[in-house]
């Protein structure tokens, strides 16, 4: 994870998470199954260094209060009790804790890599991956602290989208051209215990988008014109279902995501609360008076 790690290694051509031979479905984590999900969600100005709190569990929300945060982080992943924010610029970094609405720093770096493309937690683990080299590093993120497990670099090039529910990771690859490129190439697998183990990869029947996930079942996001076309699928044991659509809306500039609900923000402050478990969506409503200028809302799962 250090500034040393970062060459551009040789990575597999083939669109596959990892270029090896797929691994069977594991079992459930016994981390996610004996502790608490996370409600805590955190709202950062990259510029201001402004941040918030709050949590939303069920698709109710409670605003916890207001702090701030050294400027120019990019990126932010929350696990069943820890953040992690990074600069890919810079390479500085944090770690806290992060349960109940309230984030308290434990550790800060200046050394981490710069230029990660992609950096996503699950329930004890985190992923960083670099679209460009394949290469990527997965650790735990536990207790507010983060510490490296592995080194790949055999991971496919070219991932465009990461979300990870409390144990499983999915990667979907970007749409270049509706007519070249229509549909998303789909890798999916474990993460946890600081690990990623591949369990299968497909192609996709349809273009998934962005993705976002709760602690068990992912949404892709299709940008279509003025609209987002909505697809869900469960997200378990290592492996995600096939997805089905639940409808559209009007597109949203950020999605952040606790345990078990979404929070959909557009840059003015427009704010829509829903709710995703289960394999199940369902609308809440919108929030009035959220602050506008966020350039990161993550939430812990």
């Known amino acids: ?14 669109a596959v998470l990892l270029a090896a031979p797929a691994a069977p479905a594991t079992a459930a984590s016994p981390y996610c199954n004996q502790t608490a999900p996370n409600s ?6 990259q510029d201001t260094g402004s941040t918030g709190t709050a949590t939303l569990s069920a698709g109710n929300y409670q605003y916890k209060g207001g702090f701030n945060l050294p400027t ?13 924010l990074y600069n890919a610029d810079t390479g500085a970094g944090e770690t806290g804790t992060f349960t109940a609405g309230r984030y308290s720093r434990v ?19 985190i992923i960083f991956y670099d679209a460009d080299s394949g290469h990527g590093v997965t650790g735990t993120l536990k207790r507010g602290r983060y510490h490296e497990v592995r080194q790949y670099d055999n991971f496919s090039t070219g991932w465009a989208f990461m979300a990870a529910s409390c144990d499983t990771l999915l ?13 998303s190439n789909v890798g999916y697998g ?5 690990v990623f183990t591949n ?6 029947d349809v273009f998934l988008g962005t993705l976002v996930a709760t602690k068990d079942t992912v949404l892709g996001m299709a940008r279509n014109g003025s609209e987002l076309q909505y697809r869900l699928a469960s ?38 609360i829903s709710k995703l478990s289960r394999g199940n969506y369902a609308n809440v409503g919108p929030l009035n008076e959220v602050s506008s200028g966020w350039t990161i809302i993550e939430g812990g799962v």
């Open 1 to 14: 994870m250090k500034k040393s790690l970062v060459a551009a290694l040789a990575t597999s051509a083939t």
């Open 40 to 45: 805590s969600i955190l709202f950062y100005n």
């Open 72 to 84: 120019g982080y990019t990126h932010a992943a929350a696990s069943r009790d820890s953040m992690l």
């Open 107 to 125: 550790e800060r770096f200046d050394d981490f890599s710069t230029g990660w493309s992609i950096v996503e937690a699950s329930g004890d683990s």
């Open 171 to 183: 990667a979907t690859t970007a749409r270049k051209g509706s007519s070249e490129f229509p549909k």
């Open 190 to 194: 474990s993460l946890k215990g600081g």
């Open 199 to 204: 369990v299968d990869n497909r192609d996709g």
């Open 235 to 272: 997200a378990t044991n290592g492996t995600v279902g096939a997805f089905r659509d639940i409808g559209t809306s009007g597109v949203w500039n950020l999605v952040g995501r606790t345990s078990d609900s979404l929070f959909f923000y557009k840059d003015d402050g427009t704010a829509w």
